[in-house]
């Protein structure tokens, strides 16, 4: 029975005609034919074909779900309840309309298990790859109180602040990586197929090349003989780094502290930290949660295990009866107008307030500094690849040139 309230209607495709008797095509859901043909007589419209989608077209077009399309989700919730419309017909609306047939798997899901009596945080809570702790705690928090429209909003903008602030960091990484790539494969295929052809034509000339010339010929010998071991240790790193930081938290733990130590990137992940943090616990407590409670789920939203290990350090603090003031400081991580922002926050009772605030000038510091890395970035990129393809070009040429000296 519960597998039956939890099957999703079948796509139908569908053509007609309307009052007028003009030819109108769709898609919409459905039961069976019989079923939409007749809401599409209640609607006016006279079907001509009503044909169901495919199995293949609807596997194709489910796509993995993204934190983005979660972001969307609560933005569109929010806005549907601040308007009075009812949940299950929220749900309903935004899941039949949405593009990604796994996100609207998900939603039409959590839907029929609201529509059973399930509380909406219990029925997000059987979904954790979807849902943190930090976003069902503030659901609870939001049905308990009556305001569940209010925390919906408070959710949906921490999820687009948070969104933003990985899309501009990712954006930012990006670009240099992208541009290293394309050299490595561009610098490859100059030693495989177009320096031999300059070797065979130095073979003829019956004297010593230079150097520098004969460096970049011994090294292209090399790529023609053993660049698939080459390729397969480049792309072994990559899979194998990706991997053990997904898979090892003993890597991600090491990973974390060097990101933090390097000398330009630090500090930008130092930043979104501190504004993830903020963000996250101003979000909480504006919400209602106790401040020790919230702290244990910020922990896992600050994005790096450092600050993680660090929040559970002050969570620890403020259990025992310590300020949050002090217990941050003890971390020696944050920044002295962060605690002085928090410390004011909590005499004067408004410590959503100024996370609030620190929240925003910090993500704004991530922002600025972005923007000044990729202007830095791009030249030095600039550089870096004329050097690589300019120095085998001359190496190339050099003989040529001593050539023509010699005549």
């Known amino acids: 029975m519960a597998e039956k309230a939890l099957k999703q209607p079948d796509m139908f495709l569908w053509t007609g005609t309307d009052k007028r008797g003009v030819k109108v095509k769709g898609q919409t859901r459905g039961n069976n034919p019989s079923l939409v043909k007749a809401d599409l007589r209640k609607q006016g419209i006279k079907p001509l074909t009503v044909k169901k989608q495919s199995a293949l077209f609807k596997k194709t077009a489910k796509k993995k779900i993204v934190p983005k399309d979660l972001a969307v989700f609560f933005r569109q919730l929010a806005t549907m309840m601040s308007a009075g419309v009812p949940l299950v017909q929220a749900f309903d609306i935004i899941g039949r309309g949405h593009e990604n047939a796994g996100m609207r798997e998900l939603l039409m899901k959590i839907k029929a298990e609201v529509e059973s009596g399930t509380s909406l945080s219990d029925s997000l809570a059987k979904h954790p790859l979807h849902f943190d702790d930090l976003v069902i705690n503030l659901v609870n928090a939001g049905e308990q109180a009556g305001v569940l429209e209010t925390l919906l909003d408070k959710i949906a903008t921490y999820k687009e602040k948070t969104e933003y602030l990985k899309s501009k960091i990712k954006k930012a990484l990006f670009y240099p990586t992208a541009v290293i790539i394309v050299a490595i494969i561009v610098t490859a295929i100059l030693l495989i197929f177009v320096v031999p052809q300059f070797e065979e034509l130095f073979s003829n000339f019956g004297a010593d090349l230079p150097a520098f010339t004969r460096v970049v010929v011994n090294l292209s010998e090399f790529m023609q003989a053993y660049w698939w071991i080459v390729f397969g240790i480049v792309a072994g790193a990559g899979v194998g780094f990706a991997q053990g930081k997904k898979r090892s938290r003993k890597f991600g733990r090491v990973l974390d ?24 616990l101003a979000t909480m407590f504006a919400a209602g949660v ?17 600050y993680s290990d660090a929040v559970l350090m002050i969570r620890d603090s403020v259990a025992t009866g ?15 107008m962060v605690e002085q922002m928090v410390a004011i926050g909590e005499e004067s009772g408004s410590l959503d307030s100024m996370l609030s605030k620190v929240a925003d000038f910090y993500e704004q510091e991530v922002d600025d500094a972005v923007d000044a890395l990729s202007s830095l970035l791009e030249p030095l990129i600039m550089s870096i690849l004329g050097i690589l393809i300019g120095g085998l070009v001359v190496a190339m040429y050099l003989p040529i040139f001593k050539m023509g000296a010699a005549i």
């Open 322 to 336: 310590q300020q949050l003031t002090f217990a941050m400081n003890q971390t020696g991580l944050f920044p002295n």
């Open 290 to 306: 106790p401040l020790v409670e919230a702290l244990e789920s910020v922990a896992g939203a600050t994005g790096n295990v450092v």
């Open 257 to 280: 502290r060097v990101v933090l130590k390097m000398p330009i990137i630090g500090p930008i992940m130092h930043k979104a930290a501190v504004a993830r943090y903020a963000r996250t």
